[in-house]
C-alpha cells in the first residue's frame, strides 16, 4: 500500500469498526469525500444514515456541525444572520451551523424549498451571503444530508438543482441477518459510534484532495464519460438528463475510486463504478416512464452497457 492511502485505509478501518457490513458504501463515502464532494444518504429511518455521516466525520478530525430539519428551520439557522449589537450600534454577523468543516444535515427533505436552498450557494461556492456580506466556508467543506424516502409523510422533494449539486447519493439498505447480529453484539459490548477517533486532520484531508486531483484522465476515458452524459440527455424517457456539473463530478469521483485503488489513471471500470451513484440522482423520468414504473438505474445501466468501452 503507498503511504497517500494508509490514511484513507485508517479512517475505512474505523468507520467499519461500528459501521458494521457496509464496506462498500463506507468506500464510496470515501470517494466523495476525497474528491471533494457533497454526500446525499437516501433511506428508510433508523437504517443507520446518522451514524455514518457521524463517524465519517469524526475519522477526519474535522469541526463537526449538526442541523435537524423540519418544518420550521429558516434559512438563517443555517447560514447564520445579522444581529444589532446596542453597544456598538452596529450589526454584527452570528455564524450559523454552516461555519463547520463537515455539516450534517438530517432529513434533509422534512425542511422548506425555502431552506434547502439556502445550501445551494454554500454547496456550489464554498461561500456563504448574508445582507449582502459574503462569508468564506472552512476548508475542507462537506455537506453529508440524510433524507427519508419522498413517498414518507411530511417530506419536501428536493429541486433538482438542489440534487445536481450533490455529488454522490448513496442508499444504505437493509443489514442481513448475519451483520444485523454482529451490530448488536457490538452494541451490546459498548462499541458505539461515539467511541471513534479521529485518525487523520484537516490539513490530510486538503492534501488527499489535491492528490486525487493528479490522477491521470485519458482523453479516450474523458469521451466515454461524456457519451454516457450524452446518452442520458437524449434517452426519451428521461426528461432531465445529466447536466455539465454531473460530468465533472462523475470525473473527480472516478480519479477517487482509482486513488483510492492506488492507482495514478482512471479506467473504465472506475467510471462504471461510481456512475449510478453519481448520476442516477440527477435523472428525472419521463411522465409516460413514471407511468410504466420504469427504474432509473436500470435505464441508466442499459445507456452505459451500449456505450462503446475505451481499449
Request: aromatic content about 6%; some cysteine.
Amino acid at each position: 500500500m503507498g503511504k497517500e492511502q494508509e490514511i484513507p485505509q485508517r479512517m475505512k478501518e474505523a468507520i467499519n469498526g461500528v459501521f458494521i457490513g457496509k464496506e462498500e458504501i463506507v468506500h464510496k463515502s470515501l470517494i466523495c469525500l476525497l474528491a471533494g464532494g457533497h454526500l446525499l444518504i437516501e433511506d428508510v429511518p433508523g437504517i443507520g444514515k446518522t451514524t455514518l455521516a457521524g463517524t465519517l466525520a469524526k475519522s477526519t478530525g474535522c469541526s463537526f456541525g449538526r442541523i435537524q430539519f423540519t418544518p420550521d428551520t429558516l434559512p438563517g439557522d443555517i447560514t447564520g444572520m445579522s444581529v444589532y449589537n446596542m453597544k456598538s450600534g452596529e450589526f454584527e454577523y452570528r455564524a450559523g451551523v454552516i461555519m463547520h468543516q463537515i455539516l450534517l444535515g438530517d432529513e434533509i427533505n422534512r425542511t422548506s424549498p425555502k431552506t434547502q436552498s439556502s445550501l445551494l450557494e454554500a454547496m456550489a461556492e464554498g461561500q456563504v451571503t448574508v445582507d449582502g456580506v459574503t462569508y468564506l466556508l472552512p476548508d475542507p467543506f462537506m455537506v453529508i444530508a440524510t433524507q427519508n424516502p419522498v413517498e414518507f409523510l411530511g417530506t419536501y422533494p428536493l429541486p433538482e438543482a438542489q440534487m445536481d449539486r450533490f455529488m454522490m447519493r448513496l442508499t444504505i439498505g437493509y443489514p442481513d441477518k448475519e451483520q444485523e447480529i454482529l451490530m448488536a453484539a457490538q452494541f451490546i459490548a459498548g462499541n458505539t459510534p461515539d467511541k471513534i477517533c479521529a485518525v487523520c486532520g484537516p490539513g490530510d484531508i486538503i492534501r488527499l484532495r489535491g492528490l486525487v486531483q493528479t490522477v491521470t484522465v485519458a482523453d479516450s476515458v474523458l469521451e466515454y464519460m461524456e457519451g454516457i452524459v450524452e446518452r442520458t440527455r437524449k434517452e426519451e424517457r428521461f426528461r432531465l438528463g445529466a447536466s455539465p456539473r454531473a460530468l465533472l463530478a462523475l470525473i473527480r469521483a472516478s480519479q477517487g475510486n482509482a486513488f483510492l485503488q492506488e492507482r495514478s489513471y482512471v479506467t473504465p471500470d472506475d467510471v462504471k463504478y461510481v456512475a449510478d451513484s453519481v448520476l442516477a440522482h440527477r435523472l428525472v423520468l419521463s411522465p409516460e416512464a413514471k407511468i410504466r414504473k420504469e427504474d432509473v438505474s436500470g435505464i441508466l445501466r442499459s445507456l452505459i452497457l451500449k456505450e462503446k468501452v475505451p481499449v
